[in-house]
């Protein structure tokens, strides 16, 4: 089962900051959070990922809390492009380390 | 992002037939992985490969699904005799490493339909 929890549903406005939460409370110490995204029914997409430093990158910034048990994906200026299922997965520090994806949240952006 | 081919995108087969789905691999990426996705359902985990070898495989790997990549070339996932509820999009994704430092990218998917 996937060890994170998310909203199953968000909408956000064009032009306006999407923030995605996302719980994983039994994260180990080892454990990197990784976002990704689905279009339709096309292949997942990589957005970002990281430990427990916040990270930024041209798509998306990721916040981690200190305790590493909640993050938030921000999409700074959400588009309708950006319409889609995001999903939060918690990956195993092990070599070939499959991703358990849950449900995700729905992403409605509107005009 | 590195680009990850899957062919064909739509494949319709017969209940009982062998189907073969291919990915199209990246000199530098050594890890190789099928998922698949039931319509309107989450996205599941199949099977890893590394060196030749499945490193992992879910419970829906049975032995009617397997892996190889012949000659180093295409990534392939045979299903040996399709039945209805194989029909879903099957996802290739590669990664170099495979640690968590790393990313798997995924390939459009092949749309596997089970008449």
């Known amino acids: 089962d996937a060890k994170t929890t998310q909203p199953p549903s968000m909408d956000c406005a064009e032009g306006r900051a999407a923030n995605l939460p996302c719980n994983h409370s039994?994260?180990?110490?080892?454990?990197?959070v990784y976002w990704y995204r689905q279009i339709h029914s096309q292949g997942p997409q990589y957005i970002i990922h990281?430990?427990?430093n916040n990270e930024t990158n041209e798509m998306a910034s990721l916040i981690i809390t200190e305790d590493r048990k909640s993050s938030t994906l921000i999409l700074p200026h959400a588009t309708l492009r950006d319409t889609a299922v995001y999903y939060c997965i918690v990956r195993t520090g092990n070599q070939g380390g499959k991703l358990i994806f849950g449900q995700g949240t729905e992403l409605s952006v509107k005009p | 992002e590195p680009e990850v081919t899957q062919t064909p995108s739509h494949q319709v087969t017969q209940m009982g037939q062998e189907v073969i789905l291919r990915c199209v691999p990246i000199s530098n990426h050594l890890y190789f992985y099928w998922y698949r996705q039931i319509l309107g359902q989450k996205v599941e985990f199949l099977v890893s490969f590394y060196n030749n070898e499945i490193s992992e495989k879910s419970e829906i790997f049975d032995d009617q699904f397997s892996v190889e990549r012949p000659d180093g070339s295409n990534f392939t996932l045979k299903i040996r005799s399709t039945k209805l509820e194989d029909s879903a999009m099957y996802f290739c994704a590669r990664e170099k490493t495979a640690s968590s430092t790393d990313t798997q990218y995924f390939g459009p998917g092949t749309r596997l339909t089970v008449l």
């Open positions: 039994t994260i180990s110490g080892n454990e990197y």
């Open positions: 990281g430990l427990k």
